[in-house]
Structure formats: C-alpha cells, structure tokens
Nanobody, 122 residues
Framework: QLQASGGGLVQAGGSLRLSCAASGRMFNSYAIGWFRQAPGKEREFVAAIDWNVGSTYYAASVKGRFTISRDNAKNAVYLQMNSLKPEDTAVYYC?????????????????WGRGTLVTVSS
C-alpha cells in the first residue's frame, strides 16, 4: 500500500526528493513517517507529517536540511533532502501509523513500503 521512490546517487551537498505514494485512502488521519537504515545500523527516524493538519517533526540530524510535505490530491508524501552528507547514505522507507503521536517509534507504524536507496558520495 506504500511505495517509496526517488532514491539514487548524489554528491555531497546535493539534493534528492523522495516520494511515498499510497493506494486507497490510507493516508486519511494517519501520520506518515520516513525512516532510514544504513548498513550495519538500526533503522532510525527521519521525519513525519500529520496527513490531516500538516504538522511535522524532524530528527535533529536532518532538521534544517530535509523537508517533509504532502500532496492531498496525489495521495503522496515527499521528503526533500538538501545539503546531503555521506552519513545520509541509507535505505529510506516510508511508513504509516494511525495518529500523529510517538512518531519516532518504528514499531508503532502499521504500514511499511519497500525502501529506496540513497547514496551520497564524498
């Protein structure tokens, strides 16, 4: 029900925009989050958005560089990533959970899409 796309190879300092598309009406009343997992590391929270009111929350490591947004008409959520660093290299996942509460906790997310790989070269 969720599909992430937009990953690729980019040089440090560059930008990428990831997209998360959902089938049906599953975004309604949901929080949509982005997580990432680098090789050998645990999955970590990146950003989340409240689908209904647009509230957002970011991990400290990406705040000011990444922007999460939504397009109600297209049933899509985006992650604009600017000023990318090599440490941003990871597989990025989008996920959905009921309600914009405890958005940093991955186990609370009900739906997960397949990830998209982002590689930032130095």
């Amino acid at each position: 029900q969720l599909q992430a796309s937009g990953g690729g190879l980019v040089q440090a300092g560059g930008s990428l925009r990831l997209s998360c598309a959902a089938s049906g009406r599953m975004f309604n009343s949901y929080a949509i989050g982005w997580f990432r997992q680098a090789p050998g590391k645990e999955r970590e929270f990146v950003a989340a958005i409240d689908w209904n009111v647009g509230s957002t929350y970011y991990a400290a490591s990406v705040k000011g560089r990444f922007t999460i947004s939504r397009d109600n008409a297209k049933n899509a959520v985006y992650l604009q990533m600017n000023s990318l660093k090599p440490e941003d290299t990871a597989v990025y996942y989008c996920a959905g959970k009921p309600a914009f509460i405890d958005v940093v906790r991955a186990p609370l997310y009900k739906y997960w899409g397949r990830g998209t790989l982002v590689t930032v070269s130095s």
